[in-house]
């Protein structure tokens, strides 16, 4: 043991003594390469004066270079809003139902209720929650796993499985059933309010824990704090209906009532094959192995709902499938960095948008999975891939994606990008097993590989 402590001592004292500090000789050095040359100046003179940097970058030459033409484009219904709210992922998912549902009941227009599933989605995220505190009592509060949970006990964002979880168990409704309230509309507080109370009441379990008590103890202690966020949610949020009566008019003018659950009603909207079985969340990232199963510990709402489980694909793999899935009029459940090189008002996603390097002379260069690695790129919105453009070829030259971020935003509502950004900034899609090659086929039979909370796809 004195060894080992000598020789760690030793490794920090060489990496100390190879360090440097940021003195004069290292400042003068670093300020020669500043030079404020009339075309410097002039660009100081700009950004000092104008904190828009992004619109400083923007690329002249790419304007009106992208068209929002499509050769291949599925039926869509609508444009919906998220407001200010996480809920990308649920929008999405209902999103891909919708036409099934105006289909079904011979109407123009329809939503869902966001709330309802909302509602149900932070309730069983408590719960998971809680479980797992308890899971964990034996754990120091360091734990880099017991870290995770208190750092974020909840939260409004999720993938494609967290919507099959709660809607399996809970059903949905239409949106006139239980509306949008405040809270839902715009989430930051509410999910303030909830956590503050999950984590005092983890904290509480963790000491009740520690003080002896046993498990029956702890689970009520965890029903009681339940109840409580149970409270928050329905001041906040309203409470969900167990059953409900939707009246409607048709196409053909006709006045119609429908008195169902809401079980009973997502039942009726769903095809018999809307399962994970058949419905495979594909990725793209390049720092792992392709044709391989992942799946993320713990990412699900229902306890006892499926994980993230995706198959990892290069990208002419996933990009040859979603054509497929768009030819054939299904639309897929689609996650990227919307952030990155975003013209927003023309609804346009462009690696040659703008341009960093040409303003401040500064090479910012990192490929996919470099950006992934450094946490420079991640996926941070969820949309539906509803449209494809190909060349003469049929290669695809740009897709759209039909957004929820209301209709004055992008294209109407859409965002268009080119098959080089899908490259990029593209994730994961969700598709029907379908539309996958063999050799993707294939890899599906294998059993996953377990990736921790903490993995940075989370």
């Known amino acids: 043991m004195k060894i080992l402590y000598i020789t760690l001592t030793l490794i920090f004292s060489s990496l100390l003594l190879s360090a440097q500090t940021l003195g004069v000789e290292e400042l003068n050095e670093i300020r020669t390469g500043f030079v404020p040359d009339d075309r410097t100046v002039a660009l100081q003179n700009i950004l000092t004066n104008d904190n ?29 809003d998220q407001q200010s709210s996480g809920r990308c992922w649920m929008f999405t998912s209902m999103n891909a139902l919708r036409p099934d549902v105006m289909k079904m009941l011979n109407i123009d227009s329809f939503d869902f209720s966001h709330n309802f599933n909302y509602f149900w989605d932070l309730l069983e995220k408590s719960n998971l929650f809680l479980e797992n505190i308890i899971a964990t009592v034996k754990k120091d509060m360091d734990d880099r796993e017991v ?21 399996e168990k809970y059903g949905v409704v239409p949106q006139s059933v239980m509306p949008e309230s405040e809270h839902s509309n715009n989430t930051y507080q509410l999910i303030s309010v909830v956590n503050e109370r999950l984590r005092a009441g983890g904290y509480g379990i963790r000491q009740m824990a520690v003080a002896g008590a046993g498990d029956d103890a702890l689970r009520k202690e965890k029903k009681a704090v339940l109840k409580d966020v149970y409270r928050i949610l329905a001041l906040c949020l309203g409470e969900p209906p167990t059953s409900f009566a939707y009246r409607y008019k048709t196409k053909d003018g006709e006045i119609k009532s429908l008195t169902t659950t809401p079980l009973e009603f997502y039942r009726s909207i769903v095809k018999e094959d809307y399962t994970p079985a058949n419905y495979i969340m594909i990725m793209n990232d390049p720092t792992r192995e392709y044709y391989k199963l992942y799946e993320i510990k713990n990412y699900r709402n229902t306890l006892e709902g499926i994980n993230w489980i995706y198959l990892n694909l290069p990208n002419r793999e996933i990009r040859a499938s979603a054509l497929s899935s768009i030819k054939d009029n299904n639309p897929l459940y689609a996650s990227c960095d919307v952030g990155k090189q975003i013209n927003t008002r023309a609804g346009i996603m462009d690696v040659n948008n703008y341009n960093y390097a040409a303003l401040f002379g500064v090479n ?3 490929d996919k999975k470099a950006r992934i690695l450094t946490r420079q790129s991640a996926s941070s919105h ?16 740009k897709w759209e994606f039909e957004n929820s971020w209301g209709a004055s935003s992008g294209n109407g509502g859409y965002l268009t990008f080119t098959d080089e950004w899908f490259c990029e900034y593209l994730f994961r899609l ?9 050799k993707a086929l294939a890899a599906l039979e294998q059993k996953p590989v377990m990736l921790p909370v903490w993995d940075y796809m989370y």
């Open 382 to 397: 969820a949309m539906l891939l509803i449209a494809c453009d190909t060349d003469e070829n049929d290669n695809p030259v």
């Open 364 to 366: 910012f260069a990192m």
């Open 52 to 80: 828009d940097i992004k619109n400083n970058t923007r690329n002249w030459s790419a304007l009106g270079k992208v068209d929002h033409f499509f050769k291949y484009k599925v039926e869509v219904k609508g444009i919906t």
């Open 430 to 438: 969700v598709i029907h097993k379908k539309y996958l090659s063999p």
């Open 147 to 167: 870290v995770s949970f208190f750092s974020t006990p909840v939260n409004d964002g999720g993938v494609w499985n967290l919507f099959y979880n709660v809607a």
